[in-house]
């Protein structure tokens, strides 16, 4: 392992891994679901923990320039002072470094607001395959001068260069929050609540995190936590929160949302966080994914993105079609509803074997490109998900990437056999 602490020894590592055909693994915060940073004897681990640095927070500009190990938690706290945040936030904000998300392109729970990572970034620097800094630290939204070249590095998992400095786009930070979660009886009523939300004059709507009835009831349970008028008995539960300047009127706008709710759903259960601790106790039974992986050691986990009409029968779709792969698969489903982005978690001990993977993964994958979905919403391709991308993409596309590849890292320096295959495989349909 090489701990550099600057763009020119990155840079340096590099260039001398290059001459004598060693390949590299960068690694960042560990919080990768896909294999993306395994690394195997003989190659190079370059962690990017030293480079920790926020160089620089431009509070009448909104934008940050920080080094690629900086934690997503650093900087949130760093632009809290200013009255800004990053405009993204995931579960692992503090261990997640913004190298590793801006190489996997991350989403988290306000993506339908402000994007995913590939919104966020302005501009960045990176290395190169062979030694050289790619730089072009732009700190504007408006730049057309040539391609945007930065989007090859953008969720290419280091497999193009390694992202050692970002240009991070702020967001103001709403002065309070309100928080209610609505048990509900179908997805068509969650997506009522969510575009309730949306349009509501109160605020705007921060996240809309679904909880399918297994995924709440255990993380309930290994939390304590029960609340008597709120009985975790909904086929799904929905977590809205709004942001904005008033809290008398975000909580009078969340008030109208649920009476609305349950005006058209008397059957629709709810409960109105009356307290910031409240308010952080919701959130934790979303956020304590842990639990899965607790219960059932390995768990397969996967990561989709649907197309928010097409939900529904998606996960009855998913559901049904597990169950007839073996009776026990109840598969815990949940995530970030405003952007269609889908979390499945087996209820079974990992690793799968070939054959259940593979059937698994025709349940889950079956028809949808076709929908207009993805089989890698924000965890990336990895090394776990490789076939997935040759099976589903445009063979064009496909094509181009590996062109890329090739130009690039022709001697396959940077991170070999994730995202692309080594070597080729069958392009099967997934029927």
């Not at 195997?40 to 080094?67: K, N, T, W």
């Not at 029960?226 to 904005?244: A, K, N, R, T, Y």
């Given at each position: 392992m090489?701990?550099?602490?600057s763009?020119?020894?990155?840079?340096?590592v590099v260039?001398?891994?290059?001459?004598?055909?060693v390949?590299?693994v960068?690694?960042?915060?560990?919080?990768?679901?896909?294999g993306?940073?395994?690394?195997?004897?003989g190659?190079?681990?370059?962690?990017?923990?030293?480079?920790?640095?926020i160089?620089a927070?431009?509070?009448?500009?909104?934008?940050a320039?920080?080094?690629?190990?900086v934690?997503?938690e650093?900087?949130?706290?760093?632009?809290?002072?200013?009255g800004?945040?990053?405009?993204?936030?995931?579960?692992?904000?503090?261990?997640?470094?913004?190298?590793?998300?801006?190489?996997?392109?991350?989403g988290?729970?306000?993506?339908h607001?402000y994007?995913?990572m590939?919104?966020?970034?302005?501009?960045?620097?990176?290395v190169?395959p062979?030694?050289?800094?790619?730089s072009?630290?732009t700190?504007?939204?408006k730049n057309?001068?040539?391609?945007?070249?930065?989007?090859?590095?953008?969720?290419a998992e280091?497999?193009?260069?390694?992202?050692?400095?970002?240009?991070?786009?702020?967001?103001?930070?709403?002065?309070?929050?309100?928080?209610?979660?609505?048990g509900l009886?179908?997805?068509?009523?969650?997506?009522e609540?969510?575009?309730l939300?949306l349009?509501?004059d109160?605020?705007h709507?921060?996240?809309?995190?679904g909880?399918?009835?297994?995924?709440?009831?255990?993380?309930?349970q290994?939390?304590?936590?029960?609340?008597?008028s709120f009985?975790?008995?909904?086929?799904?539960c929905l977590?809205?929160?709004?942001?904005?300047?008033n809290?008398?009127?975000?909580?009078?706008?969340?008030e109208?949302?649920?009476?609305?709710i349950?005006?058209?759903?008397?059957?629709a259960?709810?409960?109105?966080?009356?307290?910031?601790r409240q308010?952080?106790?919701?959130?934790?039974?979303r956020?304590d994914?842990?639990?899965?992986?607790?219960?059932?050691?390995a768990?397969?986990?996967?990561?989709v993105s649907?197309?928010l009409?097409e939900?529904g029968?998606?996960v009855d779709?998913?559901?049904?079609?597990?169950a007839?792969?073996?009776?026990?698969?109840?598969?815990y489903v949940?995530?970030?509803?405003?952007?269609?982005?889908?979390?499945?978690?087996l209820?079974?001990t990992?690793?799968?074997?070939?054959?259940?993977?593979s059937?698994?993964?025709?349940?889950?994958?079956a028809?949808?490109?076709?929908?207009g979905?993805?089989?890698?919403?924000?965890?990336?391709?990895g090394?776990?998900?490789?076939?997935?991308?040759?099976?589903?993409?445009?063979p064009?596309?496909?094509?181009?990437?590996?062109r890329?590849?090739?130009?690039?890292?022709?001697d396959q320096?940077?991170?070999p056999?994730?995202?692309?295959?080594?070597?080729p495989?069958?392009?099967?349909?997934?029927?």
């Amino acid at each position: 392992m090489v701990l550099p602490a600057s763009t020119a020894e990155v840079a340096a590592v590099v260039a001398i891994a290059r001459v004598h055909g060693v390949s590299i693994v960068a690694q960042g915060g560990h919080t990768g679901l896909v294999g993306g940073c395994q690394s195997h004897p003989g190659q190079i681990v370059l962690s990017l923990a030293r480079m920790a640095l926020i160089e620089a927070i431009y509070p009448d500009e909104r934008v940050a320039i920080v080094q690629a190990g900086v934690a997503l938690e650093a900087l949130q706290n760093a632009a809290i002072a200013h009255g800004l945040e990053p405009g993204i936030d995931l579960a692992a904000r503090g261990t997640a470094t913004i190298g590793g998300m801006v190489s996997t392109n991350a989403g988290g729970i306000m993506a339908h607001r402000y994007g995913v990572m590939r919104h966020r970034v302005l501009g960045l620097e990176a290395v190169l395959p062979d030694g050289t800094i790619y730089s072009d630290m732009t700190r504007v939204v408006k730049n057309t001068a040539g391609y945007d070249l930065k989007h090859l590095f953008i969720g290419a998992e280091g497999t193009l260069g390694i992202v050692t400095r970002v240009v991070i786009k702020l967001e103001p930070l709403p002065q309070c929050t309100a928080t209610v979660m609505l048990g509900l009886p179908s997805v068509a009523a969650t997506l009522e609540a969510i575009n309730l939300a949306l349009r509501s004059d109160a605020g705007h709507l921060r996240a809309a995190e679904g909880l399918w009835q297994s995924y709440i009831q255990l993380t309930a349970q290994a939390q304590g936590w029960s609340e008597p008028s709120f009985p975790l008995d909904q086929p799904v539960c929905l977590l809205l929160m709004l942001g904005g300047a008033n809290q008398a009127d975000l909580n009078e706008g969340i008030e109208q949302i649920f009476g609305e709710i349950l005006d058209r759903h008397p059957t629709a259960t709810g409960i109105i966080a009356a307290s910031k601790r409240q308010e952080a106790d919701l959130w934790r039974l979303r956020e304590d994914t842990d639990q899965l992986y607790r219960a059932h050691a390995a768990a397969p986990s996967y990561d989709v993105s649907v197309p928010l009409s097409e939900i529904g029968a998606y996960v009855d779709h998913v559901k049904s079609g597990l169950a007839r792969i073996d009776a026990d698969l109840d598969p815990y489903v949940f995530g970030h509803l405003a952007d269609g982005n889908l979390h499945i978690v087996l209820n079974r001990t990992g690793p799968l074997d070939d054959a259940m993977s593979s059937a698994v993964e025709h349940v889950l994958y079956a028809n949808l490109r076709a929908l207009g979905g993805s089989f890698s919403a924000e965890h990336g391709v990895g090394t776990k998900r490789i076939a997935a991308l040759v099976a589903t993409s445009d063979p064009v596309k496909f094509a181009t990437m590996m062109r890329i590849k090739q130009a690039l890292d022709p001697d396959q320096t940077l991170n070999p056999g994730k995202v692309l295959p080594s070597q080729p495989l069958a392009r099967e349909k997934f029927q």
